[in-house]
Structure formats: C-alpha cells, structure tokens
C-alpha cells in the first residue's frame, strides 16, 4: 500500500484551518516586510498585475464552474462530477492555483518577505491537493484519465 496524506477528519476539516493563518501571514508580511528596490519598479508591477489577473480569472471561473459542488473541504461531494471546462480544462485545482498567483501578484507589489509565507502556503496546497486527488481517483475513476489530459495541477504549463 502507498503511503497517502492523512485526512484529517471525515471531509478533511484540517486541511481548511491552516489556511486562514496563511492568509494573515501573506498580508503581513507584505505590509511589514522591507519593500522591494526601486529597480525594475514598473516591470516588477506589471508581473504582479499580470499574476493578480491571471489568479483572479483561474478562482473566480473554478467557483462558478463547481457551482453547488463547491464546498470549503478537500472531500468532493458524493454527488459530485469531474468538471473539464473552462479553468478545468487549463489546471486541475483552479482556485488553489488562483490564489497562488494572486498572492504572488501581492507578493510582487509589496515585499520579498511575502515569498516566505507563500511558499509555505504553496507547499500546503500541493499536499492538501494531494490528499483531495487521493479521494477524488475513489470518488470518480475518470479522475485518472482527467489528470492526464490536464497534466498541470495549480499554473498552465508551469506547475
């Protein structure tokens, strides 16, 4: 047998409480931390504008794409079904990708200090993905066959 992540209660209620932290940690730390030298001030900007867009459309399309499926913990729904479109079709994880992009869009505008917590939290949705795809392949076996069309899990071509 493979070693899997845990669940962590029935839905995987602890996959959600670290998450706000990490919210908290992304803000201060971007509100405190030493801004970013003044070189490359407008394309630094523009990459966090870019990334902050990119982030917003991937969340924004993979909420109203789950529709009444959509649910704050990593155990999908029985009744559930394997979406394909839209931002399913460029990533598996839309809103796990989405706000990655958009907290390094913030990350860009504010301080270096902010990689430090979005690379914990980018750390922390890969496992916690992990653990959803581990229920997901039980729930649905198409997953499989949908994790080969759509290889990238959080960013098109990228990761």
């Known amino acids: ?7 962590l209660g029935p839905h995987g209620e602890g996959w959600v409480a670290p998450q706000p932290i990490l919210v908290v940690a992304l803000v201060v730390a ?16 523009a990459a966090a504008g870019l990334s902050g867009a990119a982030g917003l459309y991937l ?4 909420v109203t794409r789950l529709g ?3 649910r704050p913990y990593p155990k999908p729904t029985e009744e559930g079904s394997v979406k394909h479109s ?15 992009l958009m907290a390094m869009g913030w990350a860009l505008a504010s301080s ?13 949705l890969d496992a916690k ?3 959803e795809e581990a229920w997901l392949l039980e729930e649905h076996p198409e997953y499989a066959e ?14």
Do not use: C, E, N
């Open 59 to 62: 969340f924004s399309d993979g």
């Open 1 to 7: 047998m493979i070693w899997q992540l845990p669940r």
């Open 68 to 70: 009444r499926q959509l």
């Open 129 to 131: 993905r992990r653990r």
């Open 112 to 124: 270096p200090l902010t990689l430090v917590p979005w690379t914990v939290a980018a750390a922390f």
């Open 86 to 100: 839209g931002a399913f079709g460029l990533v598996r994880h839309p809103m796990y990708g989405g706000v990655l």
């Open 146 to 159: 949908y994790m080969a069309s759509v290889p990238h899990s959080f960013m098109p071509f990228v990761w």
């Open 30 to 45: 971007g509100t405190k931390g030493h801004k970013w030298p003044s070189a490359l001030r407008g394309v630094r900007l």
